[in-house]
T-cell receptor, first 117, second 116 residues
């Protein structure tokens, strides 16, 4: 168990560019989540996968954002035409389906920090 | 909609003193409650969780939390704080997502400073 791995850890880009973040969850976990955390705030839910299916998306996930989990393992989060308001820490978490929803404990990665100039 | 309030943005305690971080939640059903800790530049580490049963739950690093349904609270406590406990603490309430996933709604966090 190597934990949840996120790359890159830091990304600085210019407004209008596209960026992609990758998340490698704990290998046996079938659920994967993306959250966004801005300065001084708690993380906010963006989207959620069970295996390769994207089951829920937050209203925060505008049409410039797309997330995929093509083989039910790693996931990517792409932001197109970045804006300064996209500057944040993007956190990935994974969990293993067991019992009820409450038993679903999320393990978080260290995050990918995006700075849009 | 579920929500979490952490009324204290910053707290400073002396090393060795006791600590209590407040958390109030709003949730329509039986809540699943969590405390996470975040060190600078790091992700979130789970301290403890409450699903059901005993309302006093023990976690890692000597932390505990008590669920009080009548007060909609889930306060985090530690009897003696260590300098290494300085970090940001987040309370979260969890609920079901389609397919059984657990969507966490976080509070805005409490930044803990420990004076030596």
């Amino acid at each position: 168990d190597t934990g949840v791995s996120q790359n890159p850890r830091h990304k600085i880009t210019k407004r209008g560019q596209n960026v992609t973040f990758r998340c490698d969850p704990i290998s046996e976990h079938n659920r994967l989540y993306w959250y966004r955390q801005t300065l001084g705030q708690g993380p906010e839910f963006l989207t959620y996968f069970q295996n390769e299916a994207q089951l829920e998306k937050s209203r925060l996930l505008s049409d410039r954002f797309s997330a995929e989990r093509p083989k039910g393992s790693f996931s990517t989060l792409e932001i197109q035409r970045t804006e300064q308001g996209d500057s944040a820490m993007y956190l990935c978490a994974s969990s293993l389906a067991s019992g009820g929803a409450g038993a679903n404990v999320l393990t978080f990665g260290a995050g990918s920090r995006l700075t849009v100039l | 909609a579920q929500s979490v309030t952490q009324p204290d943005i910053h707290i400073t305690v002396s090393e060795g003193a006791s600590l209590e971080l407040r958390c109030n939640y709003s949730y329509g059903a039986t809540p699943y409650l969590f405390w996470y800790v975040q060190s600078p530049g790091q992700g979130l580490q789970l301290l403890l969780k409450y699903f059901s049963g005993d309302t006093l739950v023990q976690g890692i690093k000597g932390f505990e939390a008590e669920f009080k349904r009548s007060q909609s609270s889930f306060n985090l406590r530690k009897p003696s704080v260590h300098w290494s406990d300085a970090a940001e603490y987040f309370c979260a309430v969890g609920g079901g997502l389609t397919g059984g996933g657990n969507k966490l709604t976080f509070g805005t966090g409490t930044q803990l400073k420990v004076e030596l």
